[in-house]
């Protein structure tokens, strides 16, 4: 079945670091993909998504870019702010399917 | 904030007993999903509604289950809760079916004691 693969967390980083977040899925048909990110203590929002390859998905300095060939959608950020710190989920739906299928998130820390 | 609207935040029960989680969508979606997230089996999809009908079930019990009225909220019910039900349930909402962007509401945190 359908699945998606996030790099292990937790993460720590320093203000102004580069981010990269990896992201790897597999999936039969050709999926959607999104970055969904939850704060402490609220739900999940939707950070950014693409729906076909070589897709760029950006919001708030996030990118990612859907890559067929490699079925990833790594999450990336040139320079990171402490309010940056939240959990990442990836996740993919497939089309003609209802649901999303998450990977188990990433943790990220950011110290000023 | 999303738009989607959940009700309790939080809830705290004994083993044995039933509650009802309610979920109210972003104006002019049709479609509701049902997620639980818990410590050891991360966000996993439950159960979809479509304009009041059943679209596709997910991983859930069968202890648990869901409706979508006229008015197009929602709310799942869990019964005979066992201490492994204790998680965080989303609600999500979409306009449509088909690979939508899901708008997730803040959440019911269950507590099963």
């Known amino acids: 079945g359908d699945s998606v693969t996030q790099m292990e967390g937790p993460v720590t980083l320093s203000e102004e670091a580069f981010l990269t977040i990896n992201c790897t899925y597999t999936a039969t048909g050709y999926p959607s993909l999104f970055w969904y990110v939850q704060y402490p203590g609220e739900g999940l929002q939707l950070l950014l998504k693409?729906?076909?390859?070589?897709d760029k998905g950006s919001n708030k300095g996030f990118e990612a870019t859907y890559r067929k060939e490699t079925t990833s959608f790594h999450l990336e950020k040139g320079s990171v702010q402490v309010s940056d710190s939240a959990v990442y989920f990836c996740?993919?739906?497939?089309?003609?399917?209802?649901?999303?299928?998450f990977g188990q998130g990433t943790r990220l820390t950011i110290n000023p | 904030d999303s738009g989607v609207t959940q009700t309790p935040k939080h809830l705290i029960t004994a083993t044995g007993q039933r509650v009802t989680l309610r979920c109210s969508p972003r104006s002019g979606d049709l479609s509701v999903y049902w997620y639980q997230q818990s410590l050891d089996q991360g966000l996993q999809f439950l159960i979809q509604y479509y304009n009041g009908e059943e679209r596709a079930k997910g991983n859930i019990l069968e202890r648990f289950s869901a409706q979508q009225f006229p008015d197009l909220h929602s709310e799942l019910n869990l019964s005979s809760l066992e201490l492994g039900d204790s998680a965080l349930y989303f609600c999500?909402?979409?306009?449509?079916?088909?690979?939508?962007?899901?708008?997730f509401g803040p959440g019911t945190r269950l507590l099963v004691l």
């Open positions: 996740a993919l739906s497939e089309r003609g399917a209802q649901k999303l299928v």
């Open positions: 693409a729906t076909k390859a070589d």
């Open positions: 999500a909402s979409s306009v449509g079916t088909n690979q939508e962007t899901q708008y």
